[in-house]
């Protein structure tokens, strides 16, 4: 009994990894898995974002974002580019976690 409970947590651990959006921002866009312009209003977005204050709040594929120290920690790298020509993302800063939403789900992608 005490192992199907501690695979059954394993499992759900695993599972909360792979769905997370712990992110990292990388130095160089050669190091970037996706290239990413911040807009200055969400209608211009393709993502409305909002910045987690721990890793546990970052779930699912939704805009909630926990920005890791290490690349290793994180499921995606992104770097920050000054251009939205040559962004593969664009995506707006909000300052409440309830607008955080996929506004083209065609980007979704992306960040899986």
Request: hydrophobic residues 40%; proline residues 0%.
């Amino acid at each position: 009994m005490k192992q199907i409970i501690a695979t059954l947590i394993l499992i759900c651990g695993f599972q909360f990894s792979a769905n997370s959006q712990v992110v990292f921002s990388a130095s160089s866009k050669y190091d970037a898995d996706v290239k990413v312009f911040v807009a200055n209003s969400k209608y211009d977005a393709h993502l409305v974002v909002y910045k987690c204050n721990s890793k546990y709040d970052a779930t699912d594929n939704k805009g909630l974002w926990f920005f890791a120290s290490s690349k290793y920690d994180a499921k995606k790298s992104i770097y920050f580019v000054d251009s939205k020509y040559d962004a593969d993302l664009i995506i707006y800063f909000s300052d409440s976690k309830y607008d955080a939403e996929w506004r083209d789900s065609s980007k979704k992608q992306l960040m899986y």
